[in-house]
């Protein structure tokens, strides 16, 4: 008896010593401690419910917005967390450059702050949004009806604007740190509907998503530490493709 439980005992120990080398190794290959620590804080995060137009981060951004001034010959970055991390103006030694992105937006939060940037008859806007509908399931045609909205909004009430439209960008869901349903077909087939809008609204579509992806159409892991927001090296060649179009006067 007392052998069964010392052999019980030692295979379970070493199970235990197993998955804990295991485990060690996964966690070294990701980053040691530093990924642990930020795979908990945005499990944290994310067990929230998704940003709306109520969320605290929309409403602080937007209340600041609305007290800012934009020109009409400012160059509006509009989007969601992948254009408000970028340091646009420094990287593109511009002050004309306004920042109007906010994390965790969709196309319809987009739509619910327009009348402050159409207003003031900008010089360019970049539009980058969508990701975030597919992250929470919201339809394509919805999407897209969403885009044409926004779309005609410029088109009609700010018609000496600059619109340009940047294709949504590749995930690496090798890489992202919580479950997603989101993949890059869905991304893709957005990105091809986003360019005929474009064309038909004779509005630019800049094409951001090759540059970034791999082979198999997966964000480059050089760009990305959670497969989804970029680091600092992603947002270079974002800005060498868009240095033509934000220099061009």
Not at 103 to 126: C, H, M, N, W, Y
Not at 191 to 205: G, H, I, P, R
Request: with cysteine; aromatic share 10%.
């Amino acid at each position: 008896m007392k052998r069964i439980i010392v052999i019980s005992l030692f295979i379970s120990l070493t199970f235990n010593c197993l998955f804990t080398l295991l485990g060690g190794i996964f966690l070294a290959k990701r980053g040691g401690l530093p990924y642990l620590f930020d795979y908990l804080s945005r499990l944290t995060k994310n067990n929230s419910s998704p940003p709306s137009l109520t969320s605290p981060t929309y409403l602080h951004q937007t209340s600041q917005f609305e007290l800012l001034t934009i020109n009409n010959d400012s160059i509006i970055f509009l989007g969601d967390s992948l254009t408000a991390e970028g340091k646009w103006s420094e990287l593109f030694a511009n002050p004309k450059i306004k920042n109007r992105g906010i994390g965790g937006d969709t196309t319809i939060g987009v739509i619910a702050r327009l009348d402050k940037i159409i207003e003031s008859q900008p010089q360019k806007i970049f539009l980058m949004i969508g990701v975030n509908d597919i992250y929470q399931g919201v339809s394509a045609n919805t999407v897209y009806n969403n885009y044409r909205t926004i779309l005609e909004r410029f088109h009609q009430e700010t018609p000496t604007t600059k619109v340009y439209i940047q294709s949504i960008l590749p995930i690496n869901k090798k890489l992202v740190i919580y479950p997603t349903a989101a993949n890059n077909q869905q991304i893709s087939q957005l990105n091809s509907q986003l360019k005929q809008l474009a064309a038909e609204f004779s509005y630019t579509y800049v094409d951001i998503f090759s540059s970034l992806a791999d082979e198999e159409n997966n964000l480059k892991p050089i760009y990305t530490h959670d497969g989804i927001h970029l680091n600092g090296q992603g947002y270079r060649p974002w800005k060498e493709i868009l240095a033509e179009y934000v220099n061009d006067d």
